[in-house]
């Protein structure tokens, strides 16, 4: 009898130890990307999307930057940073691919000194806090 509940206890205890590790760490990260329309973002989106552990990504045309949620117990920032570079897009970390880039649309061929990860807010914008 002692065995039996002694098994049972050290299984229950097995199962919650393997379900608590196996959790989701959702996180989420903003990074710059080059492009220059709306067939990049295209492409931009979907390279990224395509990572097993990405829930979403969306990428600012705008500001040259890319909003990217996923789940860090299966995929890495360097991971997405890779599969958007390979598709032919300069990030903030990764360079293009220069083959994948030269097989990118011509409105796609993106100025590789432009600004990325462009802010919204002035850094003297003080709207936030007073004195």
Known sequence: MKKTI????????????????????????????????????????KAANSIDGVSSATWDKENKKIDVSFDATKTSLDKIHNAIAASGYDTDKVKADGKAYNNLAGCCQYDKEMKMNISTKKKDDHSGHKH
């Open 6 to 45: 002694l098994t049972t206890i050290v299984l229950i205890l097995t199962v919650t130890v393997n379900f608590a590790q196996s959790k989701s760490v959702e996180t989420e990260a903003t990074f710059g990307v080059r492009g220059n329309c709306g067939m990049c973002k295209s492409t931009i989106e």
